[in-house]
């Protein structure tokens, strides 16, 4: 396995970690270990695909493993955001939903034997989503905080949207066809 990939691996790994500090009530300060602990995972998610192109490491199981450890990430810091009331769960339902959808297609295209790597959008997606999980993970109360909290949260479910249709138009023959 070579470097990229075991990074991929550690944030699958983080998640756990993550959601002890985020959910186990009397932490001190968990919130905030929280956070950091979601920042490096969503980092390291920038740093094994740099490596990755980098050093020509680029891996049908890095291409498979890698949206499948940010949506794990992503999408339990969503579930914690419910959980805690901070977040609707429609838009919760929407980006789940959303990953379900790609994953499906991913799976089908796998069948073909044809691996559908992450594009411009759901690159864009992600990053938002993850700003957007910190901020409200770290939930400062302030009016500024509050605003960027609610910006964020619109531009993630935008981005949902738009990168489904774009995987779904551009990978339409998947389902068709069978091929791409």
Excluded: H
Aim: charged share 15%; aromatic share 14%.
């Amino acid at each position: 396995m070579n470097l990229p990939n075991k990074i991929t691996v550690f944030r699958v790994c983080m998640v756990p970690v993550f959601l002890v500090f985020m959910l186990v009530p009397g932490i001190w300060a968990g919130k905030y270990i929280a956070a950091v602990i979601f920042a490096v995972a969503s980092a390291s998610d920038f740093l094994d695909g740099y490596l990755a192109r980098r050093n020509n490491l680029v891996t049908d199981f890095g291409k498979f493993m890698d949206p499948l450890a940010d949506k794990l990430l992503v999408c339990s810091a969503f579930i914690c955001f419910v959980e805690f009331n901070t977040v609707p769960a429609w838009a919760v339902i929407l980006i789940i939903g959303r990953e379900f959808i790609i994953s499906g297609f991913r799976l089908v295209a796998a069948d073909n034997n044809i691996v559908i790597a992450a594009n411009y959008w759901g690159k864009v997606k992600t990053v938002v989503q993850m700003v957007m999980c910190v901020l409200f993970i770290v939930d400062l109360d302030s009016v500024f905080f509050n605003v960027m909290e609610q910006i964020f949260l619109y531009a993630s479910v935008a981005l949902t949207l738009i990168s489904l249709c774009v995987y779904i138009y551009q990978n339409r023959r998947v389902i068709t066809q069978g091929t791409k």
